[in-house]
């Protein structure tokens, strides 16, 4: 079955380490899109990529950084500079044939 | 830049009943694309029914309904014959009509399905 994982679905980490999130997808969209979800504010953009090697700043992109060297991979790396990183992340993607996004299971992100 | 409202952050109806979730968004483009979709308790994001907007004719997915009025911004999501599944979490999205381009999402709405 074609879709999105996620993993790890939880994840903790200590204050000033670096995280990386991983979003895989197999059904061969272009693009592909990191949000972050916190109570009361829906879902924020971070980072998105329309192509591989190529991605664009999302809203909240401070302390974030990604890669896009595969078509099916779109790795989100947390790093010790984002101020409150502890979230719900959501990785999704999309044809540019349809327009809508699908999404991943998510990864709790949990730094303490 | 587009903005997309909900202002009702929680609503709950009985079992079987209609239920009328809204959302207005602002935007300067004549064609782009407006989704609802329903985050369960799972959390997993699952698109529920999308409008183009240069269509008049407003979409339908069982018994999930849209009244979409373009003059006036407003995207409102009707759920008929209410169900316990129905209990979520529901966002309103905003995507231009360039194909793969960014969603904007409303802050949400936490519909509650009561037994």
């Known amino acids: 079955d074609g879709g999105i994982t996620q993993s790890p679905k939880y994840l903790f980490r200590k204050e000033g380490q670096n995280v990386t999130l991983s979003c895989e997808q197999n059904?061969?969209?272009?693009?592909m899109y990191w949000y972050r979800q916190d109570p009361g504010q829906g879902l924020r953009l971070i980072y998105y990529s329309q192509i591989v090697n190529d991605f664009q700043k999302g809203d909240i992109a401070e302390g974030y950084s990604v890669s896009r060297e595969k078509k099916e991979s779109f790795p989100l790396t947390v790093t010790s500079a984002q101020k409150n990183p502890t979230a719900f992340y959501l990785c999704a993607s999309s044809t540019d044939r349809k327009y809508e996004q699908y999404f991943g299971p998510g990864t709790r992100l949990t730094v303490t | 830049a587009q903005t997309v409202t909900q202002s009702q952050p929680e609503m709950s109806v009985q079992e079987a009943e209609t239920v009328t979730l809204s959302c207005t968004y602002d935007t300067s483009e004549n064609n782009y694309y407006l989704f609802w979709y329903k985050q369960p308790p799972s959390r997993q994001m699952i698109l529920v029914i999308r409008q183009e907007a240069y269509k008049q004719q407003n979409a339908t997915e069982n018994r999930f309904s849209v009244n979409f009025q373009k003059a006036a911004k407003s995207f409102s999501l009707k759920i008929s014959d209410s169900q316990l599944g129905d209990t979520a979490m529901y966002f309103c999205?905003?995507?231009?009509?360039?194909?793969?381009?960014?969603?904007?999402f409303g802050t949400g709405t936490r519909l509650t399905i009561i037994p």
């Open positions: 059904l061969n969209h272009d693009a």
């Open positions: 999205a905003f995507g231009r009509d360039f194909g793969n381009e960014k969603l904007t």
